[in-house]
C-alpha cells in the first residue's frame, strides 16, 4: 500500500498490527515521529503513542483501533499529519490484500463504500456511505494578506517583539497578537509585513478581514462578526452557511480545528467584535489591529504590543524618499518635519510626497507650514481630504462623552505632562457633582482617563502621568476651542493652575519647608494635590513638570491671575534651587516681579527680588543681580523687615565674592550675620557662616574657611537641613584637601557626592561640583586617569546646567 487510504482506517489498523513487537524497530520509531507531527494539530492524540502487543500477539490492541481512527481522521484535515501518514505506509504498507479468489468476508465485517461479493457471505454485514471528503478540495489555500508596501521602513525590533511573543505561546492554545497604536502608526502595514515573512508556518493560508472598513453591503464599519465569519467560510470552501452568528462561530472553530491558518483581522473596533472569529486550533494564530489596546481580548490569552513612531533615523529616510537631496541638506529641518509629524509613517510619507510636488520648496519651508494651526493633521491631505484629522475624528467620536469631554479641556492645557489626579479633576469639571472624597465617583472619573490610553491618545510617561501623542495635541486643542464654552475653558485652565500651586506648595513642604511663606497658604477649596511620597518623588515631580509649570506662569501672567503667578514661581524655589533652569528662573521671576507688584504684595516684590537675583547671579548677570538685590534691601529698609534686609546683604555679598571684590564681600556677609543672629534666625546665620568660609577659602585662608564651615555644618545637622548640610559638608571636604588633610577631606567628598546623586539632598549642579573637586585632588596625588575621568563626569553634567562651567572643565582637560 504506497498511498493514504481513503475509504477508512482498516489498512492503517491492519498496517499498525503488522508492525510486530519490537519497540526498537524503524516501523515503530516511525510511527512515534507520525504521531508527534499530528499532536501539532491535536495534543490530545499523544495518549495514543504506538501501543505494542505482547509478544507472538499481532492481533490488534483496543488502543490500535483508536490511534488508527484519529489518525486518519486527523489525516483528513491536516495537511501535515496526511504526508507524513502517506510517507510512513509507502516504507511499512501492512500485509497484502487477499487476491479475488479468497473473496469471503466473515465476521461481523464493517465495510465501506460499494462492494461487490461474487460468492458466499457469511456473518452480519453492515453497508455504510463513504465518508464526505473535506469540501470542495479543489479551492486553492486562501492567500488573502493585503500585498507589502515598498516604502516599509525599520519595524525590525518590533518584529522581533512579535517573534518573540509566537515563541512563548503555551502549546495547546490558540494564539492571539494585538498590535495597538495611534491612527497612521503604520499597524496594517506592519502586522502585514510581519505574517508574509511567516507564510510557510501557515500552509492552510492567511485570511484577512477589515473591521473597520465598509462591509460586503458597502455600509461602513464596524463590520459584523457575523460577515466576516461568512466570508471567512466560503474561503475555506464552506457551501452551506448557517444563519444564525453563534452557529457560524461554532463552524468557523470546527473547520479550523487543525489548521495552520493566520488570520488577520484589522482596525477592530472592541473585543466583542474579534470574540467570535477567534481560531478553533493550537496550531493558528490570529493577529488583530487596533487604535484601541482590546484589554478585554487579555481574558482570551491575548498578548498586546504597542506600535510607536518610526526610530528618528528611518523616519528621516522615508522623508528622503519624497524629498531627496534636500534632506540631505537641510538635517535639521528634517528632523523638525519628522518631529512634527510624530514620527508616524502615514504622516511622514504625505509630508514626503509634499516635498516630491513641490521640488523647489525647502524643507525648512515645510516644516514651517506644518508648525502652524492644526499642524500636520489639518495640513496633510491625500485628493484634498485632511486624512489625519479623519482618522483622529472617528477615534473621538466613539470615546464615551467622560473621555470626549477630558479630551477637549486637556487639549486646553499649555502644559505636556499632566498627572491622573488633575486629569480626574478635569473630568470631574462640568460632567458630575464636585469631588466628593468618594473612591467610587472617582473611579468613574479616572476611567476617563484610561479610555484615552486605550484609544492611544494618551501615553503613560510615568507612574501616573500621561501626555498626547504629538499629533493628537493640536486636534484635541481645535475641538477644545470649538466646542468648549468660553466659562468651561477658562474653568479647565484655572483648575490646571490650581494643580500647579497646590503640588508646588506639598514639594515646597517636603524639600525646603523653611521657605515657606506665612500667611500665604492656598484655599481649602483648592484642586487636590498630586501625592508626593517624600523627597525623592518631590523633586521629581518638579523635574517633569517643569515646562508645564513654566507655562502656567506664564499663562497666569497673561490673563491677569496675578497672585497665582509670583506665589506659583515663589513656590517653585526648590525647582530651581536644586535643578537651577537658569532661563526658566530669570523669566519666572521677571514675570513674577511685574504679578506681585500689579497685586499690590510688597511681601512678593521682595521674595521676587531676592529670589530672582539669584538667577541672575548664577547667569553671571552680576550688575543686574546686584540691582536687585539693592532694591530688595530698600524696600526691607521701608518695612523695617531685618530678615530680608539680611537676606538682601547676604546676596550682594555673594555677587561680590563672585566678582573678586572680596573685602566687600566679607562686610556684607558680617552685617547679615549681626542680623539674623539679633533675630534668633539660626538656620540663616549658619548659611552666612557658609559663605564667610567661602570667602575665606577665596582669600587664601584655609584655617579660617575650615572653621566657618565646621560651625555652619554642625548647626545645620543639627535643624535637620540635611541638603544645606551636605553643601556645606562638600566644601569642607574640598577645603580640607587644600590643607593637605585629605584623608579627611575626600571621604567626605564622596560621601557628599552619593547624598546628591539620590535621595533628600539630590542635586546635579553640586553632584557637578564634588566631581570637580574630586578631580582636582587627584590630580594634586598624581593620579592622572582617575582625575581625568572625574573631570569628565563634572563635565558633562555641566554641559546642561552651565555651559561656561563645561568650556572651563574642557579646558582643563586639554591641558597636557
Known sequence: ???????????????????????????????????????????????????????????????????????????????????????????????????????????????????????????????????????????????????????????????????????????????????????????????????????????????YADLGGQDFEGEQGPVSPSVVLEAFLVALGTTSVPVATGQRSALWRSLTSGLRLAVLLDNAFTAAQVRPLLLGTPNGLTVVTSRSSLTGLQVDGADLHRLAGLPDEAAVELLALGGGPRVAREPSAAREVVRLCGRLPLAVALASAQLALRPYHSVAALADSLSAGEGPVGSLRVDGEPVMRTALDLTYEVLPEESRALYRRMGLLPGERHDLTLLAALARDGVGPRDTGDAAESAVYESAVYTLVEANLLVETGPGTYRFHDVVQPHARRLGEELEPADRREQALRRFVDWCLSTAASAESILTPSHRLPGHDLPAQAAPATPLDGPEAALTWLDTHRNGLMSAIRHSAQVGWHSSCWRLTDLLWPLFLRLRPTEMWIEAHRLGLEAARSSGSREGVGRMLTSGAIGLRNACRYAEAADWYRQALELALADGDLRQQAQALSGLGHVSLLDGQLAGARAHFEHALRLRESIGYRRGAALTRRRLGETALAEGDLHDAAGQLRRAGAELVTLGETYEATRVHAMLGHVLDRRGESTEGIPLLRDALERFRAGEARSEHWEARCLEWLGQAAAAQGEQAESTRYFEAARDLFRRLSPEDAQRLDDRLRQP
Request: with cysteine; charged share 15%; proline share 12%.
Open 1 to 207: 500500500m504506497g498511498a493514504f487510504p481513503s475509504d477508512g482506517p482498516e489498512a492503517l489498523l491492519s498496517a499498525i498490527a503488522a508492525c510486530g513487537a519490537d519497540p526498537g524497530s524503524a516501523a515503530w520509531r516511525e510511527l512515534a515521529q507520525v504521531v508527534d507531527t499530528a499532536a501539532r494539530a491535536d495534543p490530545s492524540v499523544t495518549r495514543l503513542r504506538p501501543p505494542q502487543p505482547a509478544e507472538g500477539n499481532r492481533s490488534p490492541t483496543a488502543s490500535a483501533h483508536q490511534l488508527a481512527l484519529e489518525l486518519h481522521t486527523l489525516a483528513a484535515r491536516d495537511t501535515a499529519t496526511r504526508h507524513a501518514l502517506t510517507e510512513w505506509l509507502c516504507h511499512h504498507p501492512g500485509p497484502t490484500a487477499p487476491g479475488p479468489t479468497t473473496n469471503t468476508i466473515s465476521g461481523n465485517s464493517v465495510l465501506h463504500g460499494p462492494s461487490v461479493q461474487a460468492r458466499d457471505i457469511h456473518g452480519g454485514i453492515h453497508f455504510h456511505q463513504p465518508v464526505p471528503a473535506p469540501p470542495r478540495p479543489g479551492l486553492p489555500v486562501p492567500r488573502q494578506l493585503p500585498p507589502v508596501t515598498a516604502r516599509f521602513t525599520d519595524r525590525e525590533g518590533d518584529g522581533q517583539a512579535l517573534d518573540k511573543l509566537r515563541g512563548a505561546r503555551p502549546p495547546h492554545a490558540s494564539q492571539v497578537l494585538v498590535v495597538s497604536g495611534l491612527a497612521g502608526v503604520g499597524k496594517t502595514t506592519f502586522a502585514t509585513h510581519w505574517l508574509h515573512q511567516h507564510t510557510e508556518s501557515f500552509p492552510d493560508g492567511q485570511l
